[in-house]
């Protein structure tokens, strides 16, 4: 695809993300399907970003030459290439068409014992290519009950700091206890948060920070409200199309269209 094919939604400087994370959910027909319902659906607005991060082998399928989302990978390797049997590389994914690259989720952090040393080579690597990464941060419930929050995403953001190029990044502050679980912060917890988060990461030239945790469309238009929070990572409700352009219908900063 196309720069220009990717630019109708382009990020502008206002301009809020919703990411769709799929997980290892779908197999092709179901991606297509997916794909095809959601190219129907979709709101037109230009202060919304929509990005799409399908598993690896329907990366092609759901490249839209219309730019109506833009590309992006779950995960991708902290190596740059060779003999790393099952990586995929950050150059590999640009050159599918990937605008961002996921990393850094809690589920990357528990199951696959990705720590901040491998997070930021991966860092690297995604600059590297090219590639917008969305850092995922975010407390256990434990931690936030022990007063640790602050603490915990002060370390998360150190693999941060160990790359200051002054590229775009997008930080996603999606506390554990919220994901998957139907539970979501409420607005004033993920702005508060987000807030300090925002001070932690310190000035970039361009950072937008979103929330993810059981976004929904019956709690998008609250927490989109909230000025700091720059839009959602979204699961679950990502795998429903008509759930998922509800929630970047009611994302934009001014408001559901
Ligand atoms: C996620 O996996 O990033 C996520 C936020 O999941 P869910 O929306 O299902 O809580």
Same mark, same amino acid.
């Given at each position: 695809?196309?720069?220009?094919?990717?630019?109708?939604?382009?990020?502008?400087?206002?301009?809020?993300?919703?990411?769709?994370?799929?997980?290892?959910? &779908?197999?092709? %027909?179901?991606?297509?399907?997916?794909?095809?319902?959601?190219?129907? *659906? #979709?709101?037109?607005? =230009?202060?919304?970003?929509?990005?799409?991060?399908?598993?690896?082998?329907?990366?092609?399928?759901?490249?839209?030459? @219309?730019?109506?989302?833009?590309? =992006?990978?779950?995960?991708?390797?902290?190596?740059?290439?060779?003999?790393?049997?099952?990586?995929?590389? =950050?150059?590999?994914?640009?050159?599918?068409?990937?605008?961002?690259?996921?990393?850094?989720?809690?589920?990357?952090? &528990?199951?696959?014992?990705?720590?901040?040393?491998?997070?930021? =080579? &991966? #860092?690297? *690597?995604?600059? /590297?290519?090219?590639?917008?990464?969305?850092?995922?941060?975010?407390?256990?419930?434990?931690?936030?009950?022990?007063?640790?929050?602050?603490?915990?995403?002060?370390?998360?953001? @150190?693999?941060?700091?160990? /790359?200051?190029?002054?590229? %775009?990044?997008?930080?996603?502050?999606?506390?554990?206890?919220?994901?998957?679980?139907?539970?979501?912060?409420?607005?004033?917890?993920?702005?508060?948060?987000?807030?300090?988060?925002?001070?932690?990461?310190?000035?970039?030239?361009? #950072?937008?920070?979103?929330?993810?945790?059981?976004?929904?469309?019956?709690?998008?238009? @609250?927490?989109?409200?909230?000025?700091?929070?720059?839009?959602?990572?979204?699961?679950?409700?990502?795998?429903?199309?008509?759930?998922?352009?509800?929630?970047?219908?009611?994302?934009?900063?001014?408001?559901?269209?």
């Amino acid at each position: 695809m196309t720069a220009a094919g990717r630019g109708r939604r382009g990020p502008g400087r206002e301009s809020r993300l919703v990411v769709a994370n799929w997980k290892m959910n &779908k197999t092709r %027909p179901e991606a297509i399907a997916c794909r095809d319902a959601l190219a129907g *659906r #979709l709101p037109d607005r =230009a202060d919304v970003e929509v990005a799409v991060a399908p598993p690896f082998p329907f990366l092609d399928d759901l490249a839209d030459p @219309e730019g109506r989302w833009a590309l =992006a990978a779950q995960n991708c390797s902290s190596e740059s290439a060779g003999a790393f049997t099952g990586e995929v590389s =950050a150059a590999m994914l640009a050159s599918c068409g990937c605008r961002y690259v996921i990393l850094g989720h809690s589920e990357r952090r &528990k199951y696959f014992g990705e720590a901040e040393a491998m997070l930021a =080579a &991966k #860092l690297a *690597r995604a600059r /590297d290519a090219g590639l917008v990464p969305i850092f995922c941060v975010g407390e256990t419930l434990a931690e936030r009950e022990g007063g640790l929050t602050e603490e915990v995403l002060r370390r998360q953001v @150190e693999a941060l700091e160990r /790359d200051p190029r002054e590229a %775009p990044l997008v930080v996603a502050y999606e506390p554990v206890w919220a994901i998957g679980t139907g539970r979501n912060a409420t607005a004033e917890q993920a702005e508060e948060t987000i807030g300090r988060l925002r001070e932690l990461v310190g000035a970039r030239a361009s #950072l937008r920070v979103l929330y993810g945790g059981s976004v929904t469309p019956g709690n998008a238009a @609250e927490l989109a409200a909230r000025p700091a929070i720059s839009g959602f990572l979204v699961g679950g409700a990502s795998l429903d199309p008509a759930g998922f352009s509800e929630i970047c219908r009611l994302t934009g900063p001014t408001g559901p269209v």
